[in-house]
Nanobody, 120 residues
Framework: QVQLVESGGGLVQAGGSLRLSCTAS????????MGWYRQAPGRQRELVAD???????RYAESVKGRFTISRDSGKNTVYLEMDSLKPGDTAVYYC??????????????WGQGIQVTVSS
């Protein structure tokens, strides 16, 4: 079975940094898309950032200039470097991977989520 496992979360002070990592196992093909979503209490799950194909990236407006998504070439591993963290970034962060970025039939996988808490 396919598993996505996140690591790197925790508690940090506002203005600090964290680096999240996610590695997919149980799949031999490169995932076409990998990304990060987050869900804060009382909020809908939202896209934070994703990376597609040769490196096309997309970011939520609220994190542009502060977060950077990257992945190892040819590997199902994705990272999220989070700098200048704000209390509003507090959420459970979920790793996401998909077998296609433009097919409705794409398989979609999710990690179990990891807590990021930013104190003021």
């Amino acid at each position: 079975q396919v598993q996505l496992v996140e690591s790197g979360g925790g508690l940090v002070q506002a203005g600090g940094s964290l680096r999240l990592s996610c590695t997919a196992s149980g799949i031999i093909f490169r995932l076409a898309l990998m990304g990060w979503y987050r869900q804060a209490p009382g909020r809908q799950r939202e896209l934070v950032a994703d990376i597609i194909g040769e490196g096309k990236t997309r970011y939520a407006e609220s994190v542009k200039g502060r977060f950077t998504i990257s992945r190892d070439s040819g590997k199902n591993t994705v990272y999220l470097e989070m700098d200048s963290l704000k209390p509003g970034d507090t959420a459970v962060y979920y790793c996401n991977g998909a077998t296609s970025a433009d097919s409705l039939a794409a398989r979609n996988y999710w990690g179990q989520g990891i807590q990021v808490t930013v104190s003021s």
